[in-house]
């Protein structure tokens, strides 16, 4: 059965502390890795797909990178805005499987 | 394009009625999906649409769960007899792809509190 996996469940960062969100993944076959933000009460907002493991794809601070296991989001010299919930899913077909998030809370 | 559009927002009902949710996808987009989403928990799948065509349902729709989208336009996911289990946000969400591959962009949620 397909499965994602997200570490950590929390993250404190002082503003300007580079880090990395981790996501796992077991599927018989990767069609895409989606990351996601997702801020209180609101719905997903899509961030990137990766496809193929080396792929890497950056937005301003944010950089996702895949391997055949595994996806990272890597935060650099994150700001205050950057706090929100980070959602990872694989593509199971038409549908997502998603991870149940990594919380980051970025202090100034 | 406005993004997906998700009515209403939020819904407060009494266990055992019914409600109704509503999602308008974005325009010209042929697949549209229904999530659940529960506090600490991400978005489940429930199911998912091409064009007018319900194409699979997750065993998490319940005999009370049903949902339509007549002429491939918008969809409404209705719940019947509402029990406090069904207290969650129900996500929209929609694509434009020719195969399975294709950016999936969600509304803002409907959240749905049975008490």
């Known amino acids: 059965e397909d499965q994602v996996t997200q570490s950590p469940e929390a993250l404190r960062l002082q503003e300007g502390e580079s880090s990395s969100l981790n996501c796992s993944y077991t599927?018989?076959?990767?069609?895409?890795l989606f990351w996601y933000r997702q801020d209180p009460g609101k719905g997903p907002e899509f961030l990137f797909t990766?496809?193929?493991a080396g792929e890497e794809k950056e937005k301003e601070r944010l950089k996702a990178t895949l391997t055949k296991k595994e996806s990272f989001l890597h935060i650099t010299a994150p700001k205050p805005e950057d706090s929100a919930t980070y959602l990872c899913?694989?593509?199971?077909?038409?549908?997502?499987?998603f991870g149940t998030g990594t919380r980051l809370q970025v202090f100034p | 394009d406005t993004g997906v559009s998700q009515n209403p927002r939020h819904k407060i009902t009494k266990r055992g009625q019914n409600v109704t949710f509503r999602c308008d996808p974005i325009?010209?987009?042929?697949?549209l999906y229904w999530y659940r989403q529960t506090l600490g928990q991400g978005p489940e799948f429930l199911t998912y649409?091409?064009?007018?065509?319900?194409?699979?349902k997750s065993r998490l729709l319940s005999d009370r769960f049903s949902a339509e989208r007549p002429k491939g336009s918008f969809s409404t996911l209705e719940i019947q007899r509402t029990e406090q289990g069904d207290s969650a946000m129900y996500l929209c969400?929609?694509?434009?792809?020719?195969?399975?591959?294709?950016?999936?962009?969600f509304g803002e949620g409907s959240w749905l509190t049975v008490v």
């Open positions: 969400a929609s694509s434009l792809a020719r195969s399975f591959e294709g950016t999936i962009y």
């Open positions: 599927v018989s076959g990767l069609r895409g």
């Open positions: 990766l496809y193929s």
């Open positions: 899913a694989v593509q199971d077909g038409p549908k997502l499987i």
């Open positions: 325009s010209e987009h042929n697949r």
């Open positions: 649409f091409q064009n007018e065509a319900q194409l699979e």
